[in-house]
Every structure is written in C-alpha cells, then in structure tokens.
C-alpha cells in the first residue's frame, strides 16, 4: 500500500470512528429522554443541533428536521400536531444553522412552545415563539424560594459536594503516588464526607468552606506527581513546570487567579472547566432553569450563571482526571501549547482533542 493509500485508509477509519462515536452519544441522549405517560405532556425538552435544521407548517403540523453533525447520518424528522401531549413545551436549538418559516414562529407562539437559540457556549442568542424570557416561571420561582432558605440551599449543596469529595477520593486512589499530602488529603476528603453524613453543616458558608478544605489539601497533593517533559534541548520549559504547585496563575503580574493560566496544567484544567462550564449551562437551560439564579453560589445579581457553577462541581473530578490521566501516561512537549507574550499558557488543539477523549471513554 503506497503512502497516499494509507494515508486515505487512515482518514476513512477516523471517519468511521467519528460517526460511530456520533451516533453513540444520538443513542444514549434518546435512551435518557424518559417515556411519557398516555395522559401527561410531553416535559423533555427537544433538542436540535447541526447544518441544514429546518422547521415549518405542514398541513397545520411543525414538521423538523435535525441538522447533519457527522456522515454518514439519517436525518431524523419530528412532526407534532396542534395541542398533542407529545409536544414539546421547549425546543432547544445549539449553534447549528438552518431555515424557520414565519408559518412555524406563528405556530409555536399558538401552542405555547418556546424556542430558545444558544451559541456554541450555551449562551442564550432568542428566544422565539412563547417569551422573550427562556427560563420556566415555576422552576425560577423554585430557585428563588431555595436561595432564601438556608436549611433548602444546604440540602441542595449537600450531595453536589458528596459526589464531588467521591470524585477526589478515586482520583487520588488511582494516579497519586504514597506520600504524606496524598494522605493528608484522602484524611481530609474521608472526614469531611463523614461529617456531611453525621452532622451536616448549618449553612451553606459553612458547606462551601468544607468543600474549599478538601479542594486544598487535594491539590496540594499534585505537587507529588512528576510531569515528564520531552524534547527539552529544542523546546526548554521553566523549572516550576516540571512539578504543579498552585491553581493560581502564580507568575501573574496582578494578584493571583485561576484565570490566565502560566502553568501547562492549569491551562488543561481550565479548559475542561471550560467544556463542563459550557455542557452544564446548555442542561441547566434546556431543564428550564435560570443560569444566574445561584444557590450555592452568587445571588443572581452578579450578572455570572452561578448555578451552572452550582451543578458544575459534582462534574469537575471528572475533568481532573482527564488530565491526571495525561499525566501519567504521557511526556509533554511545550509545542502542546500556545503562548501569549504576557506567559497566558492555552491548550493546543490535538491535546485538546485528546483531553476530550479522555473524558468522553470515561463517561462512555
């Protein structure tokens, strides 16, 4: 086989995985949309993405066709007929492109369905055909009366953190060597898991300081964990990257943040933060809820979506591990990355590309 034939082979079974992976992801959204009783409506929202989406009036029906994300793909088609329980009371729509008659705007307007037009981050761009606002009244209305409760945002913050300190504990079972801050923090995450299970904290400030207690023993204990760095006679990188010690932008000329990474791993870190950040805000308005209405964090009047930093926190050991699995099982090099002329450190695409694998094998 001559090196263009292979090279096309190669391309063909990149292909194949692509939409063999596609169509996984298709199959287990579709398994988790739960089945609707005869009599109840239709409350999973419908979700569309890709080129070509089309939407308009059939003989007095929405008829919808989805975008095309990969190939080979049949194109799946909804109709729904005026005042069917099958409905959808939302029909999200995630970057994408495509048509929408004017026939269909009227159409949901009539039937009291919104349909709300996020960017590729999740943000909202409109909302068409019920309300100019995206989120559900009565599930604001629960956020609202949760927040003034303190006894309720506990009790919401309670298992996010569990499932978070669980998170930790297998991260720390499985890439982190023996040695005295991996003990430190296993002690730590065990006992304040204990404590959550026996005598639950009063107040969220309380909860939040437990949690930012076990986040710091953790990641004093990634200092232990070498990363191997190749190629350093062509591509020399600064000393303090050979080990991690902070998830502060420490070489910062103003004051320290987790924002405008200089270490390799932080950049790593923030952009998987970055992907959950993204996945959690398209749920989080898909399930009708409001992003800026925090429970455990914010107040809703700081303008950022601090309840999907609420619901993000069981999700990010997941992303942690990604990147202690890179780790572990891989030597970098500094073209890995790309480099700004004030030392901002940013993820480059392949790796990227391979963080995402990660998570996605893990999840799968």
Same mark, same amino acid.
């Given at each position: 086989m001559?090196a263009?034939?292979k090279?096309l082979?190669?391309?063909e079974a990149?292909e194949d995985?692509?939409?063999?992976r596609?169509?996984?992801?298709?199959?287990?959204?579709?398994?988790?949309?739960p089945?609707? +009783?005869?009599?109840e409506?239709?409350?999973?929202?419908?979700?569309?993405?890709? #080129?070509g989406?089309?939407?308009?009036?059939?003989?007095?029906?929405?008829?919808i066709?989805?975008?095309?994300?990969?190939y080979?793909?049949?194109?799946?088609?909804?109709?729904f007929?005026?005042?069917?329980?099958?409905n959808?009371q939302?029909?999200?729509?995630v970057?994408?492109?495509?048509q929408?008659?004017?026939?269909?705007?009227?159409?949901?307007?009539e039937?009291?369905?919104?349909?709300?037009?996020?960017?590729?981050?999740?943000?909202?761009?409109?909302?068409?055909g019920?309300?100019?606002?995206?989120?559900?009244?009565d599930?604001v209305?629960?956020?609202?009366?949760?927040?003034?409760?303190?006894?309720?945002?506990?009790?919401?913050g309670?298992?996010?953190?569990? +499932?978070?300190?669980?998170?930790?504990?297998?991260?720390?079972?499985?890439?982190?060597?023996?040695?005295?801050? +991996?003990?430190?923090?296993?002690?730590?995450a065990?006992?304040?898991?204990?404590?959550l299970?026996?005598?639950?904290?009063?107040t969220?400030?309380?909860?939040?300081?437990l949690?930012?207690?076990?986040?710091?023993?953790?990641f004093?204990a990634?200092?232990?964990?070498?990363i191997?760095?190749k190629?350093?006679?062509?591509?020399?990188?600064?000393?303090d990257w050979?080990?991690?010690?902070?998830?502060?932008a420490?070489?910062?000329? +103003?004051?320290?943040?987790?924002r405008?990474?200089?270490?390799?791993? #932080?950049?790593?870190?923030n952009?998987l933060?970055?992907?959950?950040?993204i996945?959690?805000?398209?749920q989080?308005?898909?399930?009708?809820?409001d992003?800026?209405r925090?429970?455990?964090?914010g107040?809703?009047?700081?303008?950022r979506?601090?309840?999907?930093f609420?619901?993000?926190?069981?999700?990010?050991?997941?992303?942690?591990?990604a990147?202690?699995?890179l780790?572990?099982?891989?030597?970098?090099?500094?073209?890995?990355?790309t480099?700004?002329s004030?030392?901002v450190?940013?993820?480059?695409t392949?790796?990227?590309?391979?963080?995402?694998?990660?998570?996605?094998?893990?999840k799968?």
């Open positions: 001559n263009q034939a090279s082979a190669e391309s990149i995985d692509w939409a063999a596609c169509r996984f992801w298709l199959s287990e959204y579709e398994a988790s949309v089945k609707r +009783k005869r009599r409506r239709q409350t999973h929202p419908l979700i569309l993405t890709g #080129n989406i089309s939407m308009r009036v059939d003989r007095g029906a929405l008829l066709r989805d975008g095309l994300t990969h080979p793909q049949d194109v799946r088609e909804h109709r007929f005026p005042g069917g329980l099958e959808p939302r029909i999200i729509m970057d994408g492109n495509g929408i008659t004017l026939d269909a705007i009227d159409w949901l307007a039937q009291e369905t919104a349909l709300i037009r996020l960017r590729w981050d999740g943000r909202v761009v409109s909302v068409v019920q309300r100019s606002y995206s989120a559900d009244p599930k209305a629960w956020q609202v009366a949760t927040r003034k409760d303190e006894a309720a945002r506990v009790a919401f309670v298992p996010l953190i569990r +499932k978070k300190l669980e998170g930790t504990l297998a991260n720390l079972a499985e890439f982190f060597p023996a040695s005295r801050p +991996k003990e430190r923090a296993v002690r730590t065990e006992a304040i898991l204990y404590e299970e026996t005598s639950p904290p009063a969220t400030r309380e909860l939040l300081g949690e930012g207690k076990a986040a710091a023993a953790y004093a990634w200092s232990t964990i070498p191997r760095w190629n350093l006679d062509k591509y020399p990188v600064p000393e050979l080990t991690f010690t902070s998830r502060s420490l070489r910062a000329k +103003k004051v320290p943040t987790n405008r990474a200089t270490h390799p791993v #932080n950049a790593m870190l952009y933060y970055g992907m959950l950040e996945r959690t805000r398209i989080v308005i898909a399930d009708g809820n992003p800026r925090g429970i455990l964090h107040g809703g009047a700081s303008g979506d601090t309840y999907v609420d619901l993000m926190e069981a999700g990010r050991p997941l992303a942690e591990l990147v202690l699995n780790i572990q099982n891989h030597s970098l090099t500094a073209t890995d990355f480099f700004s004030t030392g450190c940013r993820t480059g392949e790796l990227a590309r391979s963080l995402c694998s990660i998570v996605l094998d893990r799968g």
